[in-house]
């Protein structure tokens, strides 16, 4: 059975930083791609960083240079770094790991920024 599960939400002050972390079992992660989505509250759920198996990385322009994902190469582990947060990083968030037509998503991990 694949479990995904996302941890590390909480409440930030503006300009502060968290890691999120996204724990894998059931599955090779090693042979997926992974990603990290959030939702805003009232917005679609949108794709803000990824990684591919390769360690191919890439990023949507909102959290360029802020935000950094990541893979523990000693456990079925993605991790996403985030830096300099503001009000608008406030959302729940999501890590999902695909091959193919496959998908595997958490239950998501909320956090809220704000002072």
């Known amino acids: 059975q694949v479990q995904i599960e996302e941890s590390g939400g909480g409440l930030v002050q503006p300009g502060g930083s968290l890691r999120l972390s996204c724990d894998a079992s059931?599955?090779?992660?090693?042979?997926?791609?992974a990603d990290w989505y959030r939702q805003a509250p009232g917005k679609q759920r949108e794709e803000i960083a990824s990684v591919t198996r390769d360690g191919l990385k890439n990023y949507t322009d909102s959290v360029k240079g802020r935000f950094t994902i990541s893979r523990d190469y000693e456990k079925p582990t993605i991790y996403l770094q985030m830096n300099n947060l503001s009000p608008e990083d406030t959302a729940i968030y999501y890590c999902n790991f695909r091959r193919g037509t496959k998908n595997y998503w958490g239950q998501g991990t909320q956090f809220t920024v704000s002072s």
């Open positions: 059931g599955i090779n992660v090693w042979l997926y791609d």
